[in-house]
């Protein structure tokens, strides 16, 4: 499994504050059956503003000391963007950490109100030759309520990345109800964990399980489908840095 999601560089956002638990979250993704993970610190523009070079570093570095701990688990930069107008504009000027270096963007969708012009920010990542991958739309209060809104979103080519313990009940009823209609209905193409600290990967192990009672081998194959997808961009952007692995063993 790969988790697309997750805040586990130490310092940079909400998320791991130390060395130690950067490793500790790279030990319980190991444990919980991952075998790659894309780093993905908050990056909105005059709060969190860290950039790529710096997240590649921390990256690196955590890869190293995740190596030395004898994990086998590959990292990987990434970053979950808010969803401002001028993000095609900072992917195309190289100011974006994509997945892996790779034209998969990961966008925020805001745990509040949506942005106005949300399915043109979507759209034009497109029209600029990027995919973007939607974080948690189950999390969003409109979204989540506005299922056609959501589909059109979907059919649109947008990637809808669902958070793991959205489908546990971490973060309440509606989300949960959300998270397996998505699911159910095979609109999933990607599984985060969003995980801010070690315990939150407690259980993770169980989420391909539970994707398959919900949507059947259907909503498995076009999770695995995308996660093959995404490596194999990864692979191909790998060779233009140093220091990263490559996907392909
Ligand atoms: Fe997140």
Redesign the pocket.
Known sequence: MIDV???ILPGMDD?AQSEDESLEMARMATNQGMVAVFA?P?IVRGSYDTEPSTIRQATERLAECARNAGLPLLLYPGA?NHPAPDLVENCRLGKVMTLGGSKYVLV?APGAELPWSFEKILFNLMVGGFHPVL??PERNPTLNRDSPRLLSIFRTGVILQVNARSLTGFYGSRVQASAERIVRECLAGLI?S?A?QPRDYEGLRRVRDHVRALGGDRAVAAIVQNEEALMEAVSEAAARFTGLPSPRR
């Open positions: 999601h997750c805040h998320g993905t908050h979950e925020e974080a948690h985060g969003d801010h």
